[in-house]
């Protein structure tokens, strides 16, 4: 159950910094593959759209570019698309760690 709402939190994110079509999918594999397959697009369509989106992320750049170089034979959307959904999970759970940690205080302490 909470993979399919980080699945949900996911592609909202995917949606609105992306601006992807990511059809609601219930497997991250699903999700993986969709992104991916748009990833590899924009290498070959808007090579700049594409740095934009990893940029805007937060991809580490020396990560993507050690990545791509130590597994030449992996298609490089799959390698992005990994990246950008592991940088995506991280904000969901950073702000799942907020949202629970502002529930826990008092009103009369919040400001």
Same mark, same amino acid.
């Given at each position: %159950? %909470? @993979?399919? %709402? *980080? /699945?949900?939190?996911?592609?909202?994110?995917? &949606?609105? @910094?992306?601006? =992807?079509? =990511?059809?609601?999918?219930?497997?991250?594999?699903? =999700?993986?593959?969709?992104?991916?397959?748009?990833l590899n697009e924009?290498?070959?369509t808007d090579f700049?759209?594409?740095?934009?989106?990893?940029?805007? =992320?937060?991809? !580490? @750049?020396?990560?993507?570019?050690?990545?791509l170089h130590q *597994? !030449?034979?992996?298609?490089?959307?799959? +390698?992005?698309?990994?990246?950008?959904?592991?940088?995506?999970?991280?904000? +969901?759970?950073? &702000?799942?760690?907020? *949202?629970? &940690?502002? /529930? *826990?205080?008092?009103?009369?302490?919040?400001?």
């Amino acid at each position: %159950m %909470m @993979e399919l %709402m *980080n /699945n949900a939190a996911l592609i909202e994110l995917l &949606r609105s @910094e992306l601006g =992807i079509d =990511i059809i609601e999918q219930d497997s991250y594999q699903k =999700i993986h593959r969709q992104l991916a397959v748009y990833l590899n697009e924009l290498v070959k369509t808007d090579f700049d759209k594409l740095v934009t989106y990893l940029y805007r =992320i937060d991809v !580490p @750049e020396e990560k993507l570019k050690t990545l791509l170089h130590q *597994n !030449p034979q992996e298609d490089a959307g799959n +390698i992005m698309a990994s990246l950008i959904i592991e940088r995506q999970l991280e904000k +969901i759970k950073s &702000r799942e760690q907020f *949202n629970t &940690r502002d /529930n *826990n205080i008092d009103e009369e302490e919040k400001w």
